[in-house]
């Protein structure tokens, strides 16, 4: 990835066209190209936020002073998406790597092809070819493996091409091998 110095400083918000000198550049980082930092909706929730909460409070879940904010937000979320509980972090990045820090001591680790770089334990995992080659070739190597735990993590999507990842390999997986499977959906939740 390269910079391009007209957008190291923007003077404007993101959307998913950029307008930097003469230049327009097509823009899909963030959330900007879903139209989130121009949706009248969104912004009339985000400056209500700032009156209520204020530009910046320092407290955190662990403070002696908390903000209801942080049970308030989660429970909605668990509801919302029908699980038992939800954690929000402050970025996706720090969400998966969270995850992917954690889950990582519970088995031998097997990236699918294209899995998002917040997943990255230790740079790119280099794994090629489309899913469903892949999904193959990791239900015979976990199979023939003397490895009992297993971590696969995956996209749900691959968010390039409209393609959902099929799953149903996972029952050809032998019953006496442990799978843990986590999948980022950050671009198939919205």
């Known amino acids: 990835m390269r910079n391009i110095d007209p957008l190291n400083h923007l003077q ?3 959307s998913g066209v950029i307008h930097a000198g003469e230049t ?7 959330t900007a190209y879903l139209g989130i930092p121009q949706n009248q909706a969104f912004l009339n929730y985000y400056i209500e936020g700032l009156s209520k909460f204020g530009v910046n409070n320092g407290t955190s879940r662990n403070n002696n002073v908390q903000l209801g904010i942080y049970d308030d937000a989660e429970a909605y979320a668990a509801d919302y998406f029908g699980s038992e509980a939800a954690l929000i972090t402050s970025s996706g990045y720090l969400a998966a790597q969270l995850v992917v820090q954690y889950v990582s001591k519970l088995g031998q680790v097997v990236y699918a092809p294209g899995t998002h770089p917040a ?3 230790a740079g790119d995992p280099g794994v090629e070819g489309t899913f469903s080659d892949w999904a193959k070739s990791v239900v015979t190597k976990i199979n023939n493996s003397e490895e009992r735990r297993w971590v696969l993590i995956s996209n749900a999507m691959n968010n390039l091409f409209p393609e959902v990842y099929d799953l149903g390999f996972l029952a050809g997986i032998s019953h006496e091998k442990e799978i843990l499977m986590v999948i980022d959906d950050s671009h198939g939740i919205g």
């Open 12 to 14: 404007g918000s993101l």
């Open 24 to 30: 327009d550049y097509l823009y899909f980082g963030g």
């Open 119 to 121: 997943l990255w334990l």
